[in-house]
């Protein structure tokens, strides 16, 4: 199967390249390519809505009309490209006078939308179209014994773009089990990290990322997989300012999903990338690596 | 919108126990909508003949809604069922005399749906207001 | 033919029409319009000055046919139609226009809606041309009733029909009467316990010459109309002969099966063969064959158990004394002949577990309000103690309000009682746990109701925390030492403007009353239309609260709204009312817009014979002509529209009434 | 009073803003909010605030920037209203008419420095990002993320490069931008 494919900034050359390079490697081995949008733009995220609504929309509806010559789906690793995209196409739908102004502001560029492109997570892709036998299929290094946090932070779940459940989410959990995983009890499993604010407001986001931290470690979990760019840099890469200023000893590496599924499939470093994981991922790992 | 604006003429019938049950509920809770239908009451959906749709149109109607319970509900048992069968006939009809698809609407009203009723009506205002007015000369070839 | 003189008269209805229609223009309108000899403007139609312009008219100026331009047929048609026969003119000689409800209330454009006034009219105008006399027909009225729903607002309705004297089939399909209302503790604001007022009405219900108990019984399937409905019902094999059985308990005592009690709202355990609870009416066990190991058996040709049948002998304990445990029962069908139905169906607890962070079904001491009830309950699963499931006594409790209630995501609607039941829990927990701290989360307290603000009033100095928010979640993921192995309620007290974290260590979601599940079915089965918010659909909210769109058949208490139990109660007697009214007045006048067949024209296709929904067509084989039965005839018109030949009419709605109609309404 | 009711209307005119009729002040969202007890009004008490036709004191206060877009309150509103999109409805306008308060957070300045980067590149470099924003607003706290940003670095997860659309895609983007900005955007 092929797929249209939006990595997002941080996933394509930002700080979750490995995000990136393990989604790919891993599509591959689930017979699925994920072709990139070309000369696809930022999606703006949360700050430029907040910031210009209607060029917010704009911007992503540039991608969807780039994206609507290329097929019925949209595939994104990022929860806030995920968001801001489906986002574009409900108002589109929902506010005729916002479709109006943005098929003008397309026009502009030569470009129109009829809102028919469908946008999707790679993890829905991945246990909706693929689904969890043939991920199972394909595990060559069975994860028993390791214990996972699911953790699939806000937007992939929230609002109700969703394919799974707002408050209490199941696909990643149940991902994980078919790697041969252990999916801890999580109860924040769907609780903010910081988002953005961990640079303008880091005391907030080191706080909201403690209780992470320290809820999945209270639950036994040896490692947490997250869905976001956005949540693996709070919670890998600030890790070592929460233990500053809440004078901690957190040691959780914090893996994207696809990461995990490449251990499962046997890939290796080239594709996954561990070594820019902060916190090193290389001792929970070991006896699968 | 300008002042000449082309204003449908849409005959309604509606099935005495739950299409007009639910106009007059519209009606209550005071729900605003076009003014272009007017209701012509019969006891059950599968009263309304063929005929009858024809016999508007050659009048001057410029389309036509029916509106009955919703299949199962009909307080004659089944009588929207026969509509309903009845239903694809009337359109060949209509189609062979020219009259376009989007003039002719069967819909479900319950006694509850005064929303719902209102709703079509503006719909199907819209909807024939963009055909255009159907015209006499046709009109004629339209006989009951 | 004789000459028409049709008279017109257009209502103002206060302002209601005037307002947005210029009446005296359509009046003026009218003037001009074939054969019409009168046409007036008049502020109230309906009032008896409004009559009498008929009345006097139909004498001086000779009226022969009458229209009136006002509110729905629906509301008014009755009342004219008398007017015209207090004047000797026959009540079909009238038609009404309807330019209230689909008119003025729906239009703000006044030329426009005025041009709609006019059309209306001219339709009825041109119509009632060709009204022809009809003859309203009269039928007896069955004087049984059939009750369906035995909980305290179907045990009213059937003892109050009982106690006049005549029949009622009072129909349950629990294996005891009682509904919700046998499972509360106390009840607000009186604080009386629920026990104590409704057996002795159960207990009369059960044993009154004039009802009939069917319990373990469900209605399949209603036909006839007003006065003469025919009723199928279904008597659940209850593998007990009630006859035999004394209620004597033995048989549960010694049955191996034990499943988790509905009754109890899960806290509790019954055995297979049970009494639902030990007021129960009738008095007799019942055999639940889901879980019974000998019925279970039974099916993959085995005989197993029967311990409740034969007893333990080498431990010589006895089985059933009477012999009234009978494995080969089986359903029973009975017809009954009703002429008036009460459907007393009620409703059910909204399940709060779909609000996931609520915490209900994941989060231990999280329970609904009807578990509380059974909690409080002297003769529930701790004998009244409240108590969390660790055995403990609560130091702090929460109450939360509203849901399901009033939330764009389940019910929109208000479930009108919740405030006050959750009053009546924090008054039982001050009262049986003085020292936990209550708290009471609500939105709005709603307390319309006589003695019920009082009641609140009492709460406050009860020393209840009442804290104005709504929660946003129930979390057991301590924040802080004082918040460890509680359950933490997050809410905005909006008071005061603060996220506050309340430590608790049970929680008390006060749930919605909702459309029982299986309100659709019953909705077919009785005729009822359903509100937008699933309950079923009174004929007029105001006026005619108790009865439907169907005559003869009445909704009371819960199945048609949430209520608390004076209003049920109060519907239940209006309705029984209602139904005596009918009864003793004795025969009912039904439409005599009825089909009848031109036997000259009939071709005895016998295509409406094969469409007719009530069989009330039948052929001739000497004429070689179908022939209608008008005492069965609905008068729907599928025949009259389906007839090659033409030669049905439907009367009433004649082909020449209806066309001359659709001439009018455009022009 | 003649403000209220503009205000009131000005917010509903925006999409996700039109529910703030709705609101029956349940603090559902309040309490469902991470950030509730940090803001300076709680975002029910904004919508409050913003029906009583306290517009200065709304569009200046820092609550909305604390919005951490989580959409907790939205998916639990009980009356189907969006406060995360109502947060950024106002932060819009805030910033349209600038009244964002940049002494009390720095929400504001980290937004607009990304949105200025997504403006001129159509990407967003996050080193670059990162260092302007510092620039903007206080190049000591930046200095003081020294080690996290050499961390980043020694790990390969700092590109200096940014990536860049074609030249046409540029383009393109441009004008749609300029286009949507022109239609009532900002900048």
Same mark, same amino acid.
């Given at each position: 199967?092929?797929?249209?494919y939006f990595?997002?900034?941080?996933s394509s050359?930002?700080?979750?390249?490995?995000y990136?390079?393990?989604?790919?490697?891993?599509?591959?081995?689930?017979?699925t390519?994920?072709v990139e949008l070309?000369d696809?733009?930022?999606?703006?995220?949360?700050?430029?809505?907040?910031?210009?609504?209607?060029?917010?929309?704009?911007?992503s509806?540039r991608?969807l009309? +780039?994206?609507?010559?290329k097929?019925k789906? +949209?595939?994104t690793?990022c929860?806030?490209?995920?968001v801001?995209?489906?986002r574009?196409?409900?108002?589109?739908?929902?506010y005729?006078k916002?479709?109006?102004?943005v098929?003008?502001a397309?026009?502009a560029?030569?470009l129109?939308?009829?809102g028919?492109?469908?946008?999707?997570?790679?993890l829905d892709?991945f246990?909706n179209?693929?689904?969890?036998d043939?991920?199972?299929?394909k595990?060559?290094?069975?994860?028993a014994?390791?214990?996972v946090a699911a953790y699939?932070?806000?937007?992939?779940?929230?609002p109700?773009?969703g394919?799974?459940?707002?408050e209490n989410p199941?696909s990643?959990d149940?991902?994980?089990e078919?790697?041969g995983?252990?999916?801890?009890?999580f109860?924040l499993?769907?609780?903010?990290?910081g988002?953005?604010?961990v640079i303008?407001?880091?005391?907030?986001?080191?706080? +909201?990322?403690?209780?992470? +931290?320290?809820s999945?470690?209270?639950?036994?979990a040896?490692?947490?997989?997250?869905?976001?760019p956005?949540c693996q840099t709070?919670?890998?890469?600030?890790q070592?300012?929460?233990?500053k200023?809440?004078?901690t000893?957190?040691?959780i590496?914090?893996?994207?999903?696809t990461q995990?599924?490449g251990?499962a499939?046997?890939l290796g470093e080239?594709?996954l990338?561990?070594?820019?994981?902060?916190?090193?991922?290389?001792k929970v790992l070991?006896?699968?690596? | 919108?300008?002042?000449?604006?082309?204003e449908?003429?849409?005959?309604g019938?509606?099935?005495?126990?739950?299409?007009?049950t639910?106009?007059?509920?519209a009606g209550?809770s005071?729900?605003?909508?076009a003014p272009?239908v007017?209701v012509?009451?019969v006891m059950?959906?599968?009263?309304?003949?063929?005929?009858?749709v024809?016999k508007a149109?050659?009048?001057?109607a410029?389309?036509?809604?029916?509106?009955?319970c919703h299949p199962?509900d009909?307080?004659?048992?089944?009588?929207? &069922?026969?509509t309903?069968?009845? &239903?694809?006939?009337?359109?060949?009809t209509?189609?062979q005399?020219?009259?376009?698809?989007?003039?002719?609407?069967?819909?479900?009203v319950s006694?509850?749906e005064?929303?719902?009723f209102?709703?079509?009506?503006n719909?199907?205002?819209e909807?024939?207001r963009?055909?255009?007015?159907?015209?006499?000369?046709r009109g004629?070839?339209?006989?009951? | 033919? #004789?000459e028409?003189r049709?008279?017109?008269y257009?209502?103002?209805c206060?302002? !209601?029409?005037?307002d947005? %229609?210029d009446?005296?223009?359509?009046a003026?309108?009218?003037k001009?319009?074939?054969n019409?000899? %009168?046409?007036?403007?008049?502020?109230?139609m309906?009032s008896?000055?409004?009559?009498n312009l008929?009345?006097?008219?139909?004498?001086?100026n000779?009226?022969?046919?009458?229209?009136v331009?006002?509110c729905?047929p629906?509301?008014? #048609?009755p009342?004219?139609?008398r007017?015209?026969?207090d004047?000797?003119?026959n009540q079909y000689f009238?038609e009404m226009?309807?330019i209230?409800?689909?008119?003025s209330w729906?239009?703000t454009?006044?030329a426009a809606?005025?041009?709609?006034?006019? /059309?209306?009219?001219?339709?009825?105008?041109r119509r009632?041309?060709?009204?022809?006399?009809?003859? /309203?027909?009269?039928?007896?009225?069955?004087?049984?009733?059939?009750?369906?729903?035995?909980?305290?607002a179907?045990?009213?309705?059937a003892?109050? %029909?009982?106690?006049?004297g005549n029949?009622?089939?009072l129909?349950e399909?629990?294996?005891?009467?009682?509904?919700?209302?046998?499972?509360?503790d106390?009840?607000?604001p009186?604080?009386?316990c629920?026990? =104590?007022?409704l057996t002795?009405?159960?207990?009369?219900?059960?044993q009154?010459? !004039?009802?009939?108990l069917?319990s373990?019984s469900?209605? #399949?399937?209603v036909?006839g109309?007003?006065?003469?409905f025919?009723v199928r019902?279904?008597?659940k094999a209850?593998?007990i002969?009630?006859?035999?059985?004394?209620?004597?308990?033995?048989c549960?005592e010694?049955?191996?099966t034990k499943?988790?009690?509905?009754f109890?709202?899960?806290?509790?355990?019954?055995?297979?063969?049970?009494?639902?609870?030990?007021?129960?009416v009738?008095n007799?066990?019942?055999?639940?064959?889901v !879980?019974c190991?000998?019925?279970k058996?039974?099916?993959?040709g085995k005989?197993i =158990?029967r311990?409740?049948?034969?007893g333990?002998?080498?431990?010589?304990?006895?089985?059933?004394e009477?012999?009234?445990? !009978?494995?080969?029962?089986?359903?029973e069908?009975?017809? %009954?002949d009703?002429?008036n139905i009460?459907?007393?169906t009620?409703?059910?607890?909204?399940d709060?577990?779909?609000i996931?962070?609520?915490?209900?079904?994941h989060?231990?001491?999280?329970v609904t309000g009807?578990?509380f009830?059974r909690?409080?309950?002297?003769s529930g699963p701790t004998?009244?103690e409240?108590?969390?499931?660790?055995?403990?006594?609560p130091?702090?409790v929460?109450?939360l309000?509203c849901?399901?209630s009033?939330d764009a995501n389940?019910?929109?609607?208000?479930?009108?009682?919740?405030?006050?039941?959750s009053l009546k829990y924090?008054h039982?927990?001050r009262e049986k746990?003085?020292?936990a701290d209550?708290y009471?989360?609500?939105?709005?307290m709603r307390?319309a109701?006589s003695?019920?603000e009082?009641?609140y009033e009492?709460?406050?100095e009860?020393?209840?925390n009442?804290?104005?928010?709504?929660?946003?979640e129930i979390t057991?993921?301590a924040?802080s030492p *004082?918040?460890?192995?509680k359950?933490?309620?997050l809410?905005e007290?909006?008071?005061?403007?603060?996220?506050?974290?309340?430590?608790?260590?049970m929680?008390i979601l006060? =749930?919605?009353l909702?459309?029982?599940?299986?309100t *659709?079915k019953?909705a077919?089965?009785?005729?009822l239309?359903?509100k937008a918010?699933?309950?079923f659909l009174?004929k007029h909210?105001k006026l005619d609260p108790?009865a439907?769109?169907t005559d003869?058949?009445?909704?009371?208490?819960?199945c048609?709204?949430p209520k608390?139990?004076p209003?049920?109660?109060?519907?239940?007697s209006a309705a /029984?009312?209602?139904?005596?009214a009918l009864?003793?007045?004795?025969k009912?006048e039904?439409e005599?817009?009825?089909?009848?067949i031109?036997?000259?024209h009939?071709?005895?296709?016998k295509?409406?014979?094969?469409?007719?929904?009530?069989?009330?067509i039948s052929?001739?084989e000497?004429?070689?002509v179908?022939?209608v039965n008008?005492?069965?005839?609905k008068?729907c018109?599928? =025949?009259v529209a389906a007839?090659p030949s033409?030669a049905?009419?439907?009367k009433?709605f004649?082909?020449?009434q209806i066309m001359?109609?659709?001439?009018?309404?455009l022009? | 009073?003649e403000?209220?009711k503009?205000?009131?209307?000005?917010?509903?005119?925006i999409?996700?803003?039109?529910?703030?009729?709705l609101?029956?002040?349940?603090?559902?969202?309040?309490a469902?909010?991470?950030?509730a007890?940090k803001?300076?009004?709680?975002?029910?008490e904004?919508?409050? @605030?913003?029906?009583a036709g306290y517009?200065h004191?709304v569009?200046s206060?820092?609550s909305?920037?604390y919005?951490l877009?989580?959409?907790?309150?939205?998916v639990?509103?009980?009356r189907g209203?969006?406060?995360?999109?109502?947060m950024?409805a106002?932060?819009?306008i805030a910033?349209?008419e600038?009244?964002?308060?940049?002494?009390r957070?720095l929400?504001?300045?980290m $937004?607009?420095?990304?949105?200025?980067?997504v403006?001129s @590149?159509g990407?967003?470099?996050?080193l670059g990002f990162?260092t302007? $924003?510092?620039?903007?607003t206080n190049?000591?706290?930046?200095?003081?993320?020294?080690?996290?940003?050499l961390?980043?670095?020694r790990h390969g997860?700092?590109s200096?490069?940014?990536?860049?659309?074609t030249?046409e895609?540029t383009k393109? @983007?441009?004008a749609?931008?300029e286009?949507?900005e022109?239609l009532?955007?900002?900048?």
């Open positions: 199967m092929k797929a249209s990595p997002g900034c941080s050359e930002g700080g979750a390249k490995a990136g390079s393990s989604s790919q490697a891993v599509s591959k081995v689930l017979d390519e994920l070309e696809w733009n930022c999606c703006g995220s949360t700050p430029y809505s907040s910031f210009d609504e209607l060029t917010s929309l704009a911007l509806a991608n009309a +780039l994206a609507k010559k097929g789906d +949209l595939v690793p929860s806030s490209c995920y801001m995209l489906n574009t196409n409900a108002y589109l739908k929902q005729p916002v479709k109006a102004q098929d003008e397309l026009a560029g030569g129109r939308y009829n028919t492109v469908r946008v999707r997570h790679l892709v246990v179209d693929i689904g969890y043939a991920i199972t299929a595990v060559k290094k069975n994860l014994g390791l214990k699939y932070g806000c937007q992939v779940v929230r109700k773009f394919f799974d459940h707002p199941q990643l149940k991902l994980i078919s790697l995983g252990e999916a801890v009890s109860p499993k769907s609780r903010c990290c988002g953005s604010l303008s407001e880091e005391n907030i986001a080191l706080d +909201l990322s403690r209780k992470l +931290l320290d999945a470690r209270s639950n036994g040896e490692c947490i997989a997250t869905v976001c956005l709070n919670l890998d890469v600030y070592s300012r929460v233990n200023k809440f004078n000893d957190f040691k590496p914090i893996l994207f999903f995990l599924m251990i499939f046997g080239k594709e990338g561990f070594k820019t994981n902060i916190v090193s991922a290389g070991a006896k699968y690596a | 919108m300008t002042t000449t604006t082309f449908p003429k849409i005959v019938f509606l099935c005495n126990w739950c299409s007009y639910g106009a007059d509920l209550i005071r729900k605003k909508f272009n007017r012509v009451r059950c959906s599968g009263r309304v003949e063929p005929s009858f024809m149109f050659e009048s001057g410029d389309g036509v809604v029916i509106l009955g199962g009909c307080h004659y048992a089944e009588g929207n &069922y026969k309903l069968r009845r &239903y694809p006939l009337l359109k060949k209509l189609a005399l020219g009259v376009e698809d989007e003039r002719v609407r069967l819909e479900w006694a509850s005064g929303d719902r209102a709703a079509i009506v719909e199907m205002t909807q024939v963009r055909l255009g007015p159907f015209h006499q000369n004629k070839n339209v006989k009951a | 033919m #004789e028409r049709i008279g017109v257009v209502c103002h206060g302002s !209601n029409i005037a947005t %229609v009446c005296a223009q359509v003026e309108y009218a001009d319009l074939p019409v000899v %009168v046409s007036r403007d008049y502020k109230y309906c008896e000055p409004g009559q008929i009345k006097d008219d139909i004498k001086q000779k009226l022969n046919r009458v229209v331009a006002s729905s629906r509301m008014h #048609e009342t004219f139609r007017a015209l026969q004047a000797g003119l009238f226009a309807n209230r409800e689909h008119c729906v239009h454009d006044r809606a005025t041009q709609k006034a006019k /059309a209306l009219v001219s339709a009825a105008v009632v041309y060709h009204h022809e006399p009809l003859e /309203a027909r009269e039928v007896p009225v069955n004087p049984n009733v059939l009750v369906m729903g035995g909980g305290v179907g045990i009213q309705a003892i109050e %029909v009982a106690d006049s029949l009622v089939y129909v399909k629990e294996p005891s009467i009682g509904g919700h209302m046998a499972m509360f106390k009840t607000f009186t604080l009386d629920a026990a =104590c007022i002795p009405k159960m207990t009369i219900a059960g009154h010459p !004039n009802i009939k069917l373990y469900e209605v #399949e399937d036909s109309y007003i006065g003469n025919k019902i279904k008597k209850r593998f002969d009630e006859d035999k059985c004394t209620g004597c308990g033995r549960q010694i049955c191996p499943v988790a009690s509905e109890e709202q899960g806290l509790g355990q019954r055995k297979a063969v049970y009494k639902p609870f030990p007021q129960a009738p007799k066990v019942v055999i639940d064959a !879980n190991r000998h019925l058996g039974r099916a993959q005989d =158990c311990i409740c049948q034969k333990i002998p080498n431990k010589s304990i006895a089985g059933c009477t012999g009234a445990i !009978n494995f080969d029962q089986k359903d069908i009975l017809e %009954v009703v002429g009460i459907v007393a009620g409703f059910q607890q909204f709060p577990s779909v996931y962070q609520y915490g209900y079904g989060l231990p001491n999280v009807l578990q009830e909690i409080s309950n002297a004998n009244g409240i108590l969390l499931a660790s055995g403990k006594k130091e702090a929460a109450i309000h849901v399901g009033r389940y019910h929109k609607y208000c479930s009108r009682v919740c405030c006050m039941y924090s039982l927990l746990l003085p020292d209550v009471q989360l609500y939105i709005d307390c109701g003695g019920y009082e009641f009492r709460l406050q009860e020393g209840v009442f804290i104005r928010g709504r929660a946003g057991d993921t924040e *004082e918040e460890k192995d359950l933490i309620v809410v007290d909006t008071l005061v403007r603060r996220k506050r974290r309340l430590p608790v260590d929680v006060s =749930c919605a909702k459309p029982r599940a299986d *659709e019953m077919r089965t009785f005729g239309s359903r918010d699933g309950f009174e909210p108790v439907t769109v003869g058949v009445f909704i009371v208490g819960c048609q709204g608390d139990i209003d049920t109660v109060a519907q239940a /029984a009312a209602r139904a005596l009864i003793s007045k004795g009912v039904i005599a817009a009825t089909a009848t031109d036997e000259e009939c071709a005895g296709c295509v409406c014979i094969e469409l007719c929904p009530f069989k009330a052929y001739d000497t004429k070689k179908s022939r008008e005492a069965v005839c008068g018109g599928v =025949c007839c033409g049905i009419k439907g009433h004649t082909d020449e001359s109609e659709i001439e009018g309404v022009v | 009073m403000q209220r503009n205000f009131v209307e000005e917010i509903s005119a999409p996700g803003g039109e529910g703030i009729r609101c029956i002040q349940c603090g559902t969202c309040t469902s909010c991470p950030n007890d803001m300076e009004y709680t975002p029910s904004i919508i409050a @605030l913003a029906r517009r004191e569009l206060s820092h909305m920037w919005c877009s989580c959409y907790l309150c939205t639990r509103c009980p209203i969006n406060p995360t999109e109502l950024h106002l932060e819009s910033t349209k600038g009244l964002s308060p940049h002494h957070t929400t504001p300045a $937004y607009r420095s990304f949105t200025d980067f403006y @590149l990407s967003l470099p996050e990162m302007w $924003y510092y620039l903007l190049p000591l706290r930046g200095l003081r993320l020294m080690p996290v940003v961390s980043l670095i997860r700092l200096v490069k940014a990536r860049r659309l030249p895609g393109q @983007l441009k749609i931008v286009k949507a022109a009532g955007g900002a900048h």
